[in-house]
Protein backbone atom coordinates (compact mmCIF):
# COMPACT_ATOMS: atom_id res chain seq x y z
CA UNK A 1 0.00 0.00 0.00
CA UNK A 2 1.38 3.28 -0.82
CA UNK A 3 3.00 5.33 2.12
CA UNK A 4 1.04 8.75 2.86
CA UNK A 5 2.59 12.23 2.43
CA UNK A 6 3.42 14.05 5.23
CA UNK A 7 5.37 17.73 4.94
CA UNK A 8 7.31 18.72 7.91
CA UNK A 9 7.90 22.35 8.83
CA UNK A 10 11.68 21.55 9.57
CA UNK A 11 14.29 23.82 11.66
CA UNK A 12 16.88 20.84 12.08
CA UNK A 13 16.45 21.43 15.54
CA UNK A 14 15.51 18.74 18.11
CA UNK A 15 11.48 18.72 18.41
CA UNK A 16 11.14 18.85 14.28
CA UNK A 17 14.23 16.32 14.45
CA UNK A 18 12.68 14.29 16.46
CA UNK A 19 9.52 14.35 13.91
CA UNK A 20 11.20 13.28 11.19
CA UNK A 21 11.72 9.84 12.82
CA UNK A 22 8.93 9.23 14.73
CA UNK A 23 6.61 9.98 11.51
CA UNK A 24 9.01 7.51 9.45
CA UNK A 25 8.94 5.03 11.93
CA UNK A 26 6.13 4.61 14.12
CA UNK A 27 3.42 6.38 11.89
CA UNK A 28 4.50 5.14 8.41
CA UNK A 29 4.68 8.35 7.20
CA UNK A 30 6.74 9.34 3.60
CA UNK A 31 8.01 12.66 5.16
CA UNK A 32 8.74 15.61 3.24
CA UNK A 33 10.27 18.67 5.15
CA UNK A 34 10.73 22.26 4.10
CA UNK A 35 11.85 25.36 5.90
CA UNK A 36 10.14 28.83 4.75
CA UNK A 37 13.50 31.11 4.83
CA UNK A 38 12.03 34.75 5.90
CA UNK A 39 15.48 35.91 5.91
CA UNK A 40 17.01 34.13 9.42
CA UNK A 41 18.90 31.81 7.62
CA UNK A 42 22.26 31.94 5.16
CA UNK A 43 23.13 29.93 2.15
CA UNK A 44 25.52 27.49 4.33
CA UNK A 45 22.70 27.10 7.10
CA UNK A 46 20.28 25.94 4.75
CA UNK A 47 22.44 23.57 3.15
CA UNK A 48 23.11 22.30 6.77
CA UNK A 49 19.75 21.98 7.75
CA UNK A 50 19.03 19.89 4.32
CA UNK A 51 21.28 17.18 5.59
CA UNK A 52 19.89 17.03 8.51
CA UNK A 53 16.67 16.15 7.26
CA UNK A 54 17.67 14.07 4.46
CA UNK A 55 19.88 11.95 7.00
CA UNK A 56 16.88 11.84 9.09
CA UNK A 57 14.72 10.15 6.93
CA UNK A 58 13.22 12.72 4.79
CA UNK A 59 12.17 11.65 0.93
CA UNK A 60 12.90 14.65 0.01
CA UNK A 61 13.68 18.74 1.61
CA UNK A 62 12.93 22.02 0.37
CA UNK A 63 13.95 25.37 0.68
CA UNK A 64 11.29 27.82 0.36
CA UNK A 65 12.44 31.16 -0.31
CA UNK A 66 9.92 33.77 0.98
CA UNK A 67 12.06 36.62 2.20
CA UNK A 68 10.92 39.15 -0.28
CA UNK A 69 7.60 38.06 -0.20
CA UNK A 70 7.79 38.57 3.86
CA UNK A 71 9.31 42.01 2.85
CA UNK A 72 5.97 42.72 0.46
CA UNK A 73 3.32 41.38 2.44
CA UNK A 74 4.46 42.06 6.09
CA UNK A 75 7.55 44.26 7.16
CA UNK A 76 6.60 47.21 4.90
CA UNK A 77 2.67 47.60 6.56
CA UNK A 78 4.53 47.44 9.91
CA UNK A 79 6.67 50.45 8.95
CA UNK A 80 3.84 52.21 7.64
CA UNK A 81 2.51 51.85 10.96
CA UNK A 82 4.94 52.05 13.02
CA UNK A 83 3.94 48.95 14.24
CA UNK A 84 5.72 48.01 18.28
CA UNK A 85 3.73 45.96 20.49
CA UNK A 86 2.98 46.75 23.61
CA UNK A 87 5.18 49.92 22.06
CA UNK A 88 8.27 48.12 22.76
CA UNK A 89 8.92 44.87 20.30
CA UNK A 90 8.26 45.42 16.44
CA UNK A 91 7.10 41.68 16.04
CA UNK A 92 10.02 39.99 14.78
CA UNK A 93 9.82 36.36 14.68
CA UNK A 94 5.92 36.30 15.68
CA UNK A 95 5.71 37.53 12.04
CA UNK A 96 7.86 35.51 10.20
CA UNK A 97 5.79 32.07 11.64
CA UNK A 98 2.42 33.16 9.77
CA UNK A 99 4.14 33.32 6.31
CA UNK A 100 6.29 30.61 6.95
CA UNK A 101 2.79 28.36 7.78
CA UNK A 102 1.54 29.43 4.35
CA UNK A 103 4.48 28.72 2.23
CA UNK A 104 4.04 25.33 4.54
CA UNK A 105 0.95 24.78 3.60
CA UNK A 106 1.29 25.61 -0.04
CA UNK A 107 4.40 23.43 -0.59
CA UNK A 108 1.96 20.74 1.02
CA UNK A 109 -1.03 21.13 -1.37
CA UNK A 110 1.47 21.35 -4.36
CA UNK A 111 2.99 18.03 -3.59
CA UNK A 112 -0.64 16.52 -2.76
CA UNK A 113 0.35 15.76 0.90
CA UNK A 114 -1.97 13.91 2.88
CA UNK A 115 -1.03 15.71 5.58
CA UNK A 116 0.81 18.68 7.44
CA UNK A 117 2.86 18.65 10.62
CA UNK A 118 5.00 21.50 12.88
CA UNK A 119 6.91 20.62 16.16
CA UNK A 120 5.56 23.41 18.74
CA UNK A 121 4.87 22.74 21.77
CA UNK A 122 1.86 23.73 23.86
CA UNK A 123 2.54 26.80 25.91
CA UNK A 124 3.34 28.76 23.12
CA UNK A 125 1.80 31.12 20.32
CA UNK A 126 3.36 29.19 17.59
CA UNK A 127 0.97 26.78 17.93
CA UNK A 128 -1.98 28.46 16.97
CA UNK A 129 -0.46 30.17 14.15
CA UNK A 130 0.43 27.43 12.30
CA UNK A 131 -2.61 25.27 13.23
CA UNK A 132 -5.16 28.33 12.31
CA UNK A 133 -2.84 29.12 9.19
CA UNK A 134 -3.04 25.44 7.81
CA UNK A 135 -6.85 25.39 8.75
CA UNK A 136 -7.99 28.32 6.61
CA UNK A 137 -5.55 27.33 3.53
CA UNK A 138 -6.21 23.56 3.40
CA UNK A 139 -9.01 22.44 5.71
CA UNK A 140 -8.80 19.29 4.65
CA UNK A 141 -5.26 18.43 4.97
CA UNK A 142 -4.48 16.73 8.35
CA UNK A 143 -3.17 18.13 10.80
CA UNK A 144 -0.01 16.36 12.96
CA UNK A 145 2.04 17.64 16.13
CA UNK A 146 4.13 14.85 18.16
CA UNK A 147 5.92 17.38 20.26
CA UNK A 148 2.81 19.19 21.52
CA UNK A 149 0.17 16.07 21.76
CA UNK A 150 3.06 13.52 23.28
CA UNK A 151 4.06 16.07 26.15
CA UNK A 152 7.86 14.96 25.09
CA UNK A 153 10.73 15.81 26.94
CA UNK A 154 13.86 16.60 25.72
CA UNK A 155 15.56 13.51 27.15
CA UNK A 156 12.98 11.49 25.64
CA UNK A 157 13.31 12.62 22.32
CA UNK A 158 17.41 12.47 22.18
CA UNK A 159 17.02 8.77 23.50
CA UNK A 160 14.62 8.01 20.83
CA UNK A 161 17.22 9.44 18.16
CA UNK A 162 19.47 7.66 19.30
CA UNK A 163 17.74 4.34 19.55
CA UNK A 164 16.86 4.73 16.24
CA UNK A 165 19.98 5.09 14.61
CA UNK A 166 20.28 9.31 14.77
CA UNK A 167 22.99 11.35 17.08
CA UNK A 168 23.90 14.60 17.16
CA UNK A 169 24.38 17.12 19.10
CA UNK A 170 21.32 18.25 20.62
CA UNK A 171 22.70 20.02 23.81
CA UNK A 172 20.65 22.68 25.16
CA UNK A 173 22.02 26.07 24.86
CA UNK A 174 22.24 28.11 27.90
CA UNK A 175 19.68 30.95 25.17
CA UNK A 176 17.38 30.42 22.68
CA UNK A 177 17.92 32.47 19.52
CA UNK A 178 15.72 33.05 16.94
CA UNK A 179 16.99 35.04 14.00
CA UNK A 180 15.30 36.89 11.37
CA UNK A 181 15.15 39.62 9.13
CA UNK A 182 13.28 41.72 11.20
CA UNK A 183 14.86 40.96 14.45
CA UNK A 184 15.92 38.15 16.81
CA UNK A 185 14.21 36.63 19.76
CA UNK A 186 16.33 35.60 22.77
CA UNK A 187 15.08 33.64 25.59
CA UNK A 188 16.50 31.94 28.78
CA UNK A 189 16.06 31.53 32.42
CA UNK A 190 15.91 35.23 33.19
CA UNK A 191 13.13 35.78 30.67
CA UNK A 192 11.01 33.31 32.37
CA UNK A 193 11.64 35.36 35.50
CA UNK A 194 9.63 38.75 35.87
CA UNK A 195 12.64 40.40 38.30
CA UNK A 196 15.10 39.91 35.92
CA UNK A 197 16.54 40.83 32.53
CA UNK A 198 19.04 39.47 30.14
CA UNK A 199 22.97 39.84 30.49
CA UNK A 200 24.58 41.51 27.81
CA UNK A 201 26.24 38.02 27.02
CA UNK A 202 22.77 36.55 26.04
CA UNK A 203 22.48 39.59 22.75
CA UNK A 204 24.22 37.78 19.87
CA UNK A 205 25.35 41.23 18.89
CA UNK A 206 27.67 42.71 20.62
CA UNK A 207 29.21 46.53 20.83
CA UNK A 208 31.49 46.71 18.65
CA UNK A 209 31.63 50.37 17.98
CA UNK A 210 33.19 53.31 19.82
CA UNK A 211 32.33 57.07 19.64
CA UNK A 212 28.79 58.57 17.19
CA UNK A 213 28.04 57.81 13.91
CA UNK A 214 25.64 59.86 11.57
CA UNK A 215 23.11 57.51 9.55
CA UNK A 216 20.86 58.73 6.86
CA UNK A 217 17.54 57.00 6.16
CA UNK A 218 15.83 58.05 3.12
CA UNK A 219 12.38 57.15 2.53
CA UNK A 220 10.22 57.13 -0.43
CA UNK A 221 6.32 57.51 0.04
CA UNK A 222 7.12 55.63 3.39
CA UNK A 223 9.52 52.83 2.56
CA UNK A 224 13.30 52.70 2.90
CA UNK A 225 14.94 53.85 -0.36
CA UNK A 226 18.28 55.10 0.96
CA UNK A 227 20.95 54.15 3.50
CA UNK A 228 23.79 57.17 3.22
CA UNK A 229 23.32 58.50 0.03
CA UNK A 230 22.85 54.24 -1.20
CA UNK A 231 20.05 53.50 -3.02
CA UNK A 232 18.41 50.47 -3.01
CA UNK A 233 15.75 49.02 -5.31
CA UNK A 234 15.85 45.79 -3.50
CA UNK A 235 13.97 46.47 0.19
CA UNK A 236 15.54 43.68 1.87
CA UNK A 237 19.22 44.47 1.42
CA UNK A 238 18.62 48.40 2.79
CA UNK A 239 17.18 46.80 5.48
CA UNK A 240 20.16 44.56 6.14
CA UNK A 241 22.06 47.46 5.34
CA UNK A 242 20.46 49.08 8.36
CA UNK A 243 21.12 46.22 10.26
CA UNK A 244 25.07 46.28 9.85
CA UNK A 245 25.23 49.65 10.64
CA UNK A 246 23.22 49.43 13.60
CA UNK A 247 23.69 47.07 15.14
CA UNK A 248 27.59 47.49 15.89
CA UNK A 249 26.49 50.50 18.36
CA UNK A 250 24.26 47.07 20.05
CA UNK A 251 20.93 48.98 19.31
CA UNK A 252 17.56 47.52 20.00
CA UNK A 253 17.63 45.60 22.50
CA UNK A 254 14.58 45.40 24.82
CA UNK A 255 12.20 43.40 26.54
CA UNK A 256 9.05 42.24 25.29
CA UNK A 257 6.24 41.44 27.79
CA UNK A 258 3.11 40.88 26.53
CA UNK A 259 -0.58 38.47 26.29
CA UNK A 260 0.14 35.60 24.39
CA UNK A 261 -2.58 33.87 22.52
CA UNK A 262 -2.92 30.67 24.75
CA UNK A 263 -4.17 33.61 27.75
CA UNK A 264 -1.11 33.78 29.75
CA UNK A 265 1.81 36.50 30.37
CA UNK A 266 4.71 36.10 28.29
CA UNK A 267 8.05 37.70 28.16
CA UNK A 268 11.15 37.41 25.43
CA UNK A 269 14.16 39.35 25.03
CA UNK A 270 15.03 40.83 21.65
CA UNK A 271 17.67 42.71 19.84
CA UNK A 272 16.46 44.43 16.44
CA UNK A 273 18.97 47.40 15.47
CA UNK A 274 17.80 47.82 12.12
CA UNK A 275 13.76 47.66 12.73
CA UNK A 276 13.91 50.05 15.96
CA UNK A 277 15.97 52.52 13.64
CA UNK A 278 13.90 52.69 10.69
CA UNK A 279 10.55 52.66 12.69
CA UNK A 280 11.92 55.84 15.03
CA UNK A 281 13.06 57.47 11.71
CA UNK A 282 9.62 56.61 9.44
CA UNK A 283 7.56 58.01 13.09
CA UNK A 284 9.50 61.33 12.79
CA UNK A 285 9.15 62.01 9.41
CA UNK A 286 5.73 61.35 9.35
CA UNK A 287 5.54 64.18 12.26
CA UNK A 288 6.67 66.48 9.68
CA UNK A 289 4.58 65.13 6.71
CA UNK A 290 1.38 64.29 7.99
CA UNK A 291 -1.75 66.19 9.48
CA UNK A 292 -2.72 65.92 12.97
CA UNK A 293 -5.53 63.59 12.38
CA UNK A 294 -3.69 61.25 9.90
CA UNK A 295 -1.08 60.35 12.43
CA UNK A 296 -4.08 59.72 14.71
CA UNK A 297 -5.82 57.39 12.58
CA UNK A 298 -2.97 56.03 11.13
CA UNK A 299 -1.81 55.23 15.26
CA UNK A 300 -5.05 53.57 15.87
CA UNK A 301 -4.66 51.25 12.63
CA UNK A 302 -0.87 50.37 13.22
CA UNK A 303 -1.69 49.15 16.93
CA UNK A 304 -4.68 47.38 15.64
CA UNK A 305 -2.72 45.95 12.72
CA UNK A 306 0.32 45.07 14.87
CA UNK A 307 -1.99 43.03 17.46
CA UNK A 308 -3.92 41.35 14.49
CA UNK A 309 -0.66 39.77 12.95
CA UNK A 310 0.80 39.01 16.00
CA UNK A 311 -2.19 36.85 16.89
CA UNK A 312 -2.37 34.90 14.11
CA UNK A 313 -5.04 37.25 11.95
CA UNK A 314 -3.29 37.71 9.01
CA UNK A 315 -5.63 35.95 6.92
CA UNK A 316 -8.34 38.09 8.11
CA UNK A 317 -10.07 40.26 5.64
CA UNK A 318 -9.96 43.01 7.89
CA UNK A 319 -6.39 42.96 7.57
CA UNK A 320 -6.59 44.31 3.77
CA UNK A 321 -8.50 46.91 4.63
CA UNK A 322 -6.04 48.17 6.85
CA UNK A 323 -2.97 48.12 4.47
CA UNK A 324 -4.89 50.31 2.17
CA UNK A 325 -5.39 52.84 4.37
CA UNK A 326 -1.99 52.40 5.77
CA UNK A 327 -0.30 52.47 1.76
CA UNK A 328 -2.62 55.52 1.56
CA UNK A 329 -1.30 57.37 4.34
CA UNK A 330 2.13 56.96 2.69
CA UNK A 331 2.11 59.18 -0.64
CA UNK A 332 3.82 62.24 0.99
CA UNK A 333 5.94 60.36 3.62
CA UNK A 334 9.11 61.04 1.61
CA UNK A 335 12.19 62.35 2.61
CA UNK A 336 15.88 61.99 4.32
CA UNK A 337 15.96 61.65 8.33
CA UNK A 338 19.55 62.42 10.19
CA UNK A 339 20.36 59.92 13.14
CA UNK A 340 23.45 60.06 15.18
CA UNK A 341 24.10 56.22 16.59
CA UNK A 342 26.35 56.18 19.74
CA UNK A 343 27.09 52.98 21.68
CA UNK A 344 23.33 51.57 23.18
CA UNK A 345 21.18 54.23 21.64
CA UNK A 346 20.25 57.07 19.24
CA UNK A 347 19.09 60.63 18.37
CA UNK A 348 17.04 61.71 15.82
CA UNK A 349 18.17 65.20 14.47
CA UNK A 350 15.95 66.39 11.85
CA UNK A 351 14.10 65.66 8.61
CA UNK A 352 14.57 67.23 5.10
CA UNK A 353 11.29 66.67 3.14
CA UNK A 354 9.60 68.37 0.68
CA UNK A 355 6.29 67.74 1.86
CA UNK A 356 7.42 69.15 5.38
CA UNK A 357 4.59 70.96 6.74
CA UNK A 358 6.91 73.48 8.61
CA UNK A 359 8.06 75.10 5.24
CA UNK A 360 5.14 77.19 5.17
CA UNK A 361 4.20 80.64 4.56
CA UNK A 362 1.61 81.25 7.80
CA UNK A 363 4.16 81.31 10.72
CA UNK A 364 6.58 80.53 12.65
CA UNK A 365 5.97 78.43 16.15
CA UNK A 366 6.54 80.91 18.97
CA UNK A 367 7.91 83.52 16.88
CA UNK A 368 6.13 84.91 14.06
CA UNK A 369 2.25 84.95 13.26
CA UNK A 370 1.85 85.79 9.00
CA UNK A 371 -1.79 84.35 8.40
CA UNK A 372 -3.40 86.21 10.83
CA UNK A 373 -4.11 89.14 13.38
CA UNK A 374 -4.10 89.05 17.22
CA UNK A 375 -7.80 89.85 17.07
CA UNK A 376 -8.43 86.85 15.03
CA UNK A 377 -6.62 85.04 17.94
CA UNK A 378 -8.64 86.83 20.78
CA UNK A 379 -12.10 85.89 18.80
CA UNK A 380 -10.90 82.33 17.80
CA UNK A 381 -10.32 81.63 21.84
CA UNK A 382 -13.21 83.12 22.75
CA UNK A 383 -15.18 80.78 20.83
CA UNK A 384 -13.21 77.65 21.47
CA UNK A 385 -13.83 78.52 25.32
CA UNK A 386 -17.98 78.56 24.96
CA UNK A 387 -18.38 75.05 25.61
CA UNK A 388 -16.60 74.94 28.78
CA UNK A 389 -17.98 77.70 30.07
CA UNK A 390 -20.98 76.96 29.21
CA UNK A 391 -20.86 73.55 31.30
CA UNK A 392 -19.00 75.40 34.79
CA UNK A 393 -21.94 78.11 34.29
CA UNK A 394 -24.34 75.44 34.21
CA UNK A 395 -22.65 73.13 37.32
CA UNK A 396 -20.17 75.78 39.04
CA UNK A 397 -16.70 74.94 39.85
CA UNK A 398 -15.80 71.70 40.62
CA UNK A 399 -13.07 70.41 43.32
Known amino acids: MERKKVVLAFSGGLDTSFCVKYLTEEKGYDVYTAIANTGGFNAEELKVIEQKALALGAVRHATLDIEQTYYEKSIRFMVY ?122 YPSQLVAEGEETLKLSFEKGELSAVNGQVYTDKVAAIRAVEAIASRFAIGRDMHIGDTIVGIKGRVGFEAAAPIIIIAAHKMLEKHVLTKWQQYWKEQIGTWYGMFLHEAQYLEPVMRDMEKMLESSQRNVTGTVEIILRPYGYTLVGVDSPHDLMNNDFGEY ?16 KILANQMKIYFNVNGEED
Open 81 to 202: GNVLRNGTYPISVSSERIFQAIATINYAKEIGADAVAHGSTGAGNDQVRFDLTFQILAPNIEIITPTRDMGLTREYEINYLKEHGYEADFTKLEYSINKGLWGTSVGGKETLDSKLTLPNEA
Open 366 to 381: GEVMKAWTPDDVKGFT
